[in-house]
């Protein structure tokens, strides 16, 4: 199991930027594909990003595409998730997981992930 820790989160005029960092303690980080979700209030959670263990490769919700990006630094056992140019849509607690199965494709559904972190609020004001 790997604990998650996410900072970061806060509020933002539209347009605006934020990057959300999550520590994760252990020393099995570099052998787990991350991920990032978000909840809305009043919506499920949905999946926002993803990244392989070696991060070379990357996959996004059409929703985030070109806007947001997600790397790690596994000497630093840290995933993070750069956002730009954000909507009043993207308002949501934010959340990063691990997914501890090695898998041919990374994996876009909550369900395939083992271990989250408590989440950090992000909110953008229009």
């Known amino acids: 199991q790997v604990q998650l820790v996410e900072s970061g989160g806060g509020l933002v005029q539209a347009g605006g930027s934020l990057r959300l960092s999550c520590a994760a303690s252990g020393r099995t980080f570099s052998r787990y594909a991350m991920g990032w979700f978000r909840q809305a209030p009043g919506k499920e959670r949905e999946f926002v990003a993803a990244i392989s263990i070696s991060g070379r490769t990357t996959v996004y919700a059409d929703s985030v595409k070109g806007r947001f990006t997600i790397s790690r630094d596994n000497a630093k056992n840290t995933v993070y998730l750069e956002m730009n140019v954000l909507k009043p849509e993207d308002t949501a607690l934010y959340y990063c997981?691990?997914?501890?199965?090695?898998?041919?494709?990374?994996?876009?559904?909550?369900?395939?992930?083992?271990?989250w972190g408590q989440g950090t609020q992000v909110t953008v004001s229009s």
């Open positions: 997981a691990a997914d501890r199965e090695l898998r041919l494709k990374l994996g876009t559904i909550e369900s395939l992930y083992d271990d």
